[in-house]
């Protein structure tokens, strides 16, 4: 059993049970991350890298070190967070290593709320499955694993969006002091989840299907995987190749891209967003000049410039996340008195939205 101490062998055991290769180089890194994640970490790796199952495993895990321990998993929907629970019960179920957490007569067996054999009585089921919707007050858990609570359904409009964010608090209420939240999934928008929760003390750690390159490095900041930034940085592997060529090679994704589109395949599958700002919303706040003009003269011809020197910190960014205002580069030519002034009025179209008007 010491040499279980360690998840990534333990993992190595479940995925030999399953009858699956071994563990990648990206699944260990992920496991490793697992075991040694802060008390609020968020998992964002592309589809298809197996984080569910490692997940499930490392549920597994955390029984067998400590039957006491509860779990509570959390899906967009109920079926999706059955599935998880039922793949738990089932390696409790089948695995040797495994067999003294079946649960016991008179303990919870079903596959959405089931109790290990060395547990005690309690509350609360040794793993419980629920949707984001459903009943979380009143469970309380040492893990909680939120597995894509984050789907196109729930997250196609701000007030969705706002509604989603609102539901996740109550993680907290749920949770036991020096509990665990785990985060699994992927951007559905640009103004995912995701990219929230650092904000509310989340440490967010990123795999991508392929090595970014220098300007995807920027937007992710140290969100990567030191794993995937250790290989570009020994020149191990060179931007654009995959991350995981054992399970998904150059063909496979030039196939999933072709079909996802470019801004599909970069939330998906290089959880980056800001293509999709880009594609969906071409007008951004950094497409303006901002500056401070007298009420009778101006130059001739400001020059439009996006440099980090001529940003403007002081105003807040309404936009999009990572846009901004800028002011002008460089103004050309001389102060001239205004030629004349425009007014324009945008009507509010049958009461549907707000009219607007602009003077110029």
């Excluded at 062998?9 to 563990?23: A, E, G, M, V």
């Excluded at 089932?90 to 303990?107: C, F, K, N």
């Amino acid at each position: 059993m010491n040499e279980l101490g360690d998840f990534r062998n333990y993992l190595f055991l479940c995925w030999k049970h399953l009858n699956l290769p071994d563990p990648t180089p990206v699944q260990y890194d992920i496991a490793e991350y697992l075991q040694n994640s802060p008390k609020r970490a968020v998992v964002e790796a592309f589809r298809g890298v197996g984080k569910s199952y490692i997940t499930s495993a490392y549920v597994t895990w955390r029984l067998l070190r400590d039957p006491e321990a509860k779990v509570l998993v959390v899906s967009a929907s109920k079926i999706r967070a059955d599935d998880f629970s039922t793949f738990t019960q089932r390696l409790i179920s089948e695995l040797p290593v495994l067999h003294h957490l079946r649960s016991r007569e008179g303990q919870r067996q079903s596959k959405v709320s089931f109790d290990v054999g060395p547990s005690k009585a309690s509350h609360s089921p040794s793993v419980k499955s629920v949707g984001i919707t459903g009943q979380l007050s009143g469970s309380r858990a040492d893990l909680i694993v939120a597995d894509d609570v984050e789907v196109p359904n729930n997250s196609m409009t701000q007030t969705m969006r706002d509604k989603l964010s609102e539901a996740v608090k109550e993680f907290d209420a749920i949770l036991k002091p020096d509990g665990t939240i785990v985060y699994l999934g992927t951007p559905q928008t640009e103004m995912s989840l995701y990219e929230t929760l650092p904000n509310r003390g989340y440490e967010t750690r990123i795999w991508p299907s392929r090595y970014p390159s220098h300007q995807q490095l920027l937007r992710y900041n140290s969100r990567l995987s030191p794993f995937i930034q250790e290989n570009l940085d020994t020149k191990k592997n060179k931007e654009g190749e995959p991350t995981d060529p054992l399970r998904f090679d150059d063909e496979d994704l030039l196939e999933r891209e072709l079909s996802y589109g470019r801004s599909g395949y970069n939330l998906q599958f290089q959880l980056d967003t800001s293509l999709s700002d880009a594609d969906r919303y071409p007008l951004k706040l950094s497409d303006l000049i901002i500056m401070s003009c007298d009420d009778s003269t101006a130059p001739e011809k400001p020059v439009w410039g996006r440099d980090s020197n001529n940003k403007i910190t002081d105003l807040p960014n309404v936009g999009l996340p990572g846009d901004g205002y800028y002011g002008p580069e460089t103004k050309l030519g001389d102060w001239l008195p205004y030629s004349g002034s425009v007014m324009s009025v945008d009507p509010s179209g049958r009461g549907k939205d707000e009219c607007g008007y602009a003077v110029v």
